[in-house]
């Protein structure tokens, strides 16, 4: 048991290295492509980023499954199978990307042309190839790193994606200089190779059973693969839409200017968004065991722990990164832009109610209840481009983000009702006094910040009005959980989760 929470540890602690490294390359990065090619064009980049992500449509959910049956297969001994698996889902998605992608070529060109302005409509067609050539490699890629999952390694394809970062990175420092935004799309192209070369390597090296002279086509594993990813496949149909509806909006209503600014805080809330979503995630293996084995009591009891838990953790932490904001504009874009600061404002208010719907998320997947996931995927995806639409009219650009930020909101208040119904946990009922108290302390102290540091004209440098503001934040919250013995309540889930899941393995 001990060699098993080794592992379990070393990656727990890989993925969180990996958010961190990622966050900061992207912070790097982002601030290196304004500085040096300039807001525009980043706005570019994130909008072809967006529709060639549309590819991922090809996957068809192939690789839901492949962690699972190469587990189960790996369990068994039957190392065969796991060669067969391995090829037949290369070459599923090689068809299929390679399908999709020409198709994109085709349909793309002329969509640019209603959305991007025409200085820059020519670069935008330009870098379209090199990043669906990243997309479909980064998918081939996705087939060796859900085997090293399969077996447990997950630390390895932590370590991959964290180095794929700074190659990234590198190549963009090295190709940007000399042909501009589309060095740019090369280097993305070098870090999903990277990706791709990396973790073959990784993955036979775990197990030589895996090289290719044991590679097989078989269709019982194609069927196998296909019937049991097809069951994700609507939910991931709708979420790879919100994003570039988003932009593709933005850029219309707004222009690549709003979308590079409106870009870097969508990055940032998205790696924030990482590091509380994988600790909720700790604790899946949990769900499903106790939904199988357990009364409904104790599923009851604990989707409350969760909650308790996630709102404990989400408001807090949201609370100090909206303080904190501004400042992060400044230093990363190098003036206090209003665009970013409100796009961070409504993603980070939107997002506090989407992490805390993640307990519902992860217990309905576990669940197998996936019917309630895809109608609320599809009403955030209607709710996204109608109101976009709407609001795009009368508000351009900031219109858009608030649209987004409303879809996510409701969607995401949707899911837990729905859950809790079927659940039959009553809302009132689900947290306590004083955590209730804890969600309103958070709110009046995130909502003052945004009134008060923006509009301060005391003469007191940014800095410390900042992190005077953080001191009496932070001073709050202790305050507070010790008050209400929150910390042992986060221990205690943690603790929870760690020990079932390490006996559900072993």
């Known amino acids: 048991m001990s060699d098993l929470k080794q592992r379990l540890t070393l990656n727990a602690s890989t993925a969180i290295l990996q958010v961190v490294v990622t966050a900061l390359v992207y912070f790097f990065l982002y601030k290196y492509l304004l500085d040096h090619l300039g807001e525009k ?9 967006s529709f060639s992500s549309i590819a991922n449509l ?13 587990a189960e297969s790996k369990a068994s001994n039957e190392k065969s199978e796991i060669g067969r698996l391995i090829m037949t889902s290369l070459v599923s998605l090689l068809l299929l990307f390679g399908l999709v992608s020409l198709l994109a070529l ?34 081939m890629s996705g087939v060796f790193t859900s085997v090293l999952e399969g077996y447990q390694k997950n630390y390895l394809r932590h370590m991959v994606y964290l180095f794929s970062g700074l190659v990234m990175y590198g ?12 060095g740019v ?7 999903a190779s990277f990706v791709f070369i990396a973790s073959w390597l990784m993955m036979n090296r775990v197990d030589a059973s895996n090289r290719v002279s044991n590679w097989r086509w078989s269709n019982v594993s194609f069927k196998r693969l296909f019937n049991y990813g097809f069951k994700f496949q609507a939910v991931s149909i709708f979420q790879l839409l919100y994003e570039p509806t988003t932009k593709l909006l933005l850029s219309k209503f707004g222009g690549l200017s709003v979308l590079a600014h409106y870009e870097m805080a969508s990055r940032l809330v998205t790696q924030f968004r990482a590091v509380l979503v994988n600790a909720n995630q700790v604790i899946i293996p949990v769900v499903a065991e106790t939904a199988l084995t357990k009364p409904r009591e104790e599923l ?51 997002m506090m109610i989407n992490i805390v719907s993640g307990p519902a998320y992860f217990s309905a997947m576990g669940e197998g209840k996936l019917t309630s996931l ?17 609001l795009g009219h009368f508000f351009e650009g900031y219109g ?69 503001t953080i001191f009496i934040a932070l001073s709050c919250f202790i305050f507070t959980m010790i008050i209400n013995q929150q910390h042992k309540l986060i221990a205690s889930v943690f603790t929870s989760a760690f020990n079932n899941h390490g006996k559900k393995i072993g």
């Open 171 to 182: 190549g963009t420092l090295l190709l940007a200089p000399e042909f501009q935004l589309k």
């Open 400 to 468: 858009i983000i608030m649209a987004w930020g409303l879809s996510l909101t409701i969607g995401s208040t949707v899911l837990i009702v729905v859950y809790q119904r079927a659940l039959g946990v009553r809302m009132p009922a689900l947290l306590s006094k004083n955590e209730y108290r804890w969600v309103i302390l958070s709110l009046m102290i995130g909502i003052l910040s945004m009134i008060i540091l923006p509009m301060d004209k005391s003469g007191v440098p940014f800095i410390i009005q900042t992190a005077i």
């Open 185 to 191: 799309a090369m280097a993305q192209v070098g870090q």
């Open 41 to 49: 064009n980043l706005g570019v980049w994130s909008l072809i980023l």
């Open 374 to 390: 895809v109608l609320v995927h599809g009403l955030m995806a209607l709710l996204n481009l109608t109101i976009g639409i709407v």
């Open 300 to 350: 009851n009891g604990l989707y409350k722990r969760m909650m308790r838990l996630m709102v404990s953790l989400t408001f807090p932490l949201t609370t100090l990164v909206i303080i904190l904001s501004p400042l992060i504009a400044l230093v990363w874009i190098g003036n206090p832009s209003p665009v970013f600061s409100y796009s961070m404002y409504v993603l980070l208010l939107s």
């Open 58 to 70: 090809a996957n068809m959910g192939l690789t839901s499954g492949l962690v699972k049956f190469v």
């Open 106 to 139: 085709f349909v793309l060109s002329p969509l640019l042309r209603f959305v991007v302005e025409p200085d820059y409509l020519t670069l935008a067609i330009s870098i379209i190839p090199y990043s669906l050539a990243s997309f479909s490699i980064s998918a």
